[in-house]
T-cell receptor, first 117, second 117 residues
Framework: DTAVSQTPKYLVTQMGNDKSIKCEQN?????MYWYKQDSKKFLKIMFS???????INETVPNRFSPKSPDKAHLNLHINSLELGDSAVYFC????????????????FGSGTQLSVL | AQTVTQSQPEMSVQEAETVTLSCTYD???????LFWYKQPPSRQMILVIRQEAYKQQNATENRFSVNFQKAAKSFSLKISDSQLGDTAMYFCAFSPNYGGSQGNLIFGKGTKLSVKP
């Protein structure tokens, strides 16, 4: 069984559209994250939620809105898509939030490749 | 600001040989964690090895080992007896010691490693 699963794996859409990427983890973890990997392979954190509460919010346009209906899910909704949003988006999870425990492991999903035309 | 630099965009090695990937970082923190992640063509991010900055002993995981030089802020990855399955992008990453959680990871830009038969 996949520990962290995100859908879809590939998403091709037109500029200006609104799209969502879903993420689910079956590990019983408290914390989930969204990372963005750009065309140069640079991976950067976007958001983190702990027990459905936002704890990390890096400088990300307001068009990106994470939603956590429960601690096993963290979806990413993107409004008014732009060409620069094309990237691979990774969901991840960990048992605890940053600062709560040592010896943590981060589990990544397999990524969603978003292409904005 | 904390940064991670991988100066080798691409490297290649013959199967069964040894290869070393370089990573340097910049931080004013005294306690932190360092990681190497592997990203094969499947896009899955896989933790290869981690090092706690307060530990002087270099971490090892089977064929993977690190050379951690805290004063020089250097954290290289050595892969021994390279295998075809080691072909992947390798990312060096840094995490401030917020209890050791990997959540707020700062990644380098990656090194593409090709293992040749």
């Amino acid at each position: 069984d996949t520990a962290v699963s995100q859908t879809p794996k590939y998403l091709v859409t037109q500029m200006g559209n609104d799209k969502s990427i879903k993420c689910e983890q079956n590990l019983g973890h408290d914390t989930m994250y969204w990372y963005k990997q750009d065309s140069k392979k640079f991976l950067k954190i976007m958001f983190s939620y702990n027990n459905k509460e936002l704890i990390i919010n890096e400088t990300v346009p307001n068009r990106f809105s994470p939603k956590s209906p429960d601690k096993a899910h963290l979806n990413l909704h993107i409004n008014s898509l732009e060409l620069g949003d094309s990237a691979v988006y990774f969901c991840a999870s960990s048992q605890h939030a940053p600062g709560q425990a040592t010896n943590e492991k981060l589990f990544f999903g397999s990524g969603t490749q978003l292409s904005v035309l | 600001a904390q940064t991670v630099t991988q100066s080798q965009p691409e490297m290649s090695v013959q199967e069964a040989e040894t290869v070393t990937l370089s990573c340097t970082y910049d931080t004013s923190e005294n306690n932190y964690y360092l990681f190497w992640y592997k990203q094969p063509p499947s896009r899955q991010m896989i933790l290869v090895i981690r090092q706690e900055a307060y530990k002087q002993q270099n971490a090892t995981e089977n064929r993977f080992s690190v050379n951690f030089q805290k004063a020089a802020k250097s954290f290289s990855l050595k892969i021994s007896d390279s295998q075809l399955g080691d072909t992947a992008m390798y990312f060096c990453a840094f995490s401030p010691n917020y209890g050791g959680s990997q959540g707020n990871l700062i990644f380098g830009k990656g090194t593409k490693l090709s293992v040749k038969p």
